[in-house]
């Protein structure tokens, strides 16, 4: 079975300054799908970016990339430039890729940014 | 934008009673699902929906829970008997497809059981 680990329950950053954002996972597959999501305070839960395993090149979204290490399993958030808006939890996900699969997501335990004025 | 819709947004119930939990899924979404978050832990999988029937189910969903799709447009989860480790936040999601289509979230209903 997979699974994701996020091992910095809570992570704070100045802002305008950079912070990563650790991320772990465990499986045997080849072909699959991680996302961050970002939970502010009012709970749901917004797609903040996506890599595809299959990819070697990190997304990048704006002020959001990734840094995606497919050996190592390893998919680390870097958000630039922080701003006060961008205090949330934010949850790592895996999502398989094989022929058949639901789509669901498995999702680690989550960090807490913090965003210091 | 299009959006989940989930009602209610808080709903206090006591031990041993029926709940139904709505989500509006987008509406040409395919694909459903219903996760539960314990307060302070991390998001787990609850099931998933497809074409009118359940694709798969976590350990979590016995046989207390069950989904429908009754009319195309909602999807319910309901919990026949509550306790109170039911109590969480749920989140609906929906999905035009699997792979690395975007899971639209809802804004979750609070399920506090007493």
């Known amino acids: 079975a997979q699974t994701v680990t996020q091992s910095q329950p809570e992570m704070s950053v100045q802002e305008a300054e950079t912070v990563t954002l650790s991320c772990t996972y465990d499986t045997s597959e080849s072909d699959y799908y991680l996302f961050w999501y970002k939970q502010p305070p009012s709970r749901q839960m917004i797609l903040v970016i996506r890599?595809?395993?299959?990819?070697?090149q990190n997304a990048t979204e704006n002020r959001f990339s990734v840094n995606f290490q497919k050996a190592a399993k390893s998919f680390s958030l870097k958000i630039s430039d922080s701003q006060l808006g961008d205090a949330a939890m934010y949850f790592c996900a895996y999502r398989s890729d094989f022929s058949g699969n639901t789509g669901k997501l498995i999702f680690g335990q989550g960090t807490t940014l913090q965003v210091k004025p | 934008e299009p959006e989940v819709t989930q009602t209610p947004s808080h709903q206090v119930t006591q031990m041993g009673q029926e709940v139904i939990l709505r989500c509006v899924p987008i509406?040409?979404?395919?694909?459903f699902y219903w996760y539960r978050q314990i307060l302070g832990q991390k998001v787990e999988f609850l099931v998933s929906f497809y074409n009118n029937e359940i694709s798969e189910k976590s350990e979590i969903f016995d046989d207390q829970f069950s989904v429908e799709r009754p009319d195309g447009s909602n999807f319910t989860l309901k919990i026949r008997s509550t306790k109170l480790e039911d109590s969480a936040m749920y989140f609906c999601?929906?999905?035009?497809?699997?792979?690395?289509?975007?899971?639209?979230f809802g804004p979750g209903t609070r399920l506090t059981v007493t």
């Open positions: 999601a929906s999905s035009v497809g699997t792979g690395g289509r975007e899971q639209y």
């Open positions: 509406s040409n979404h395919l694909y």
């Open positions: 890599q595809e395993a299959y990819k070697q």
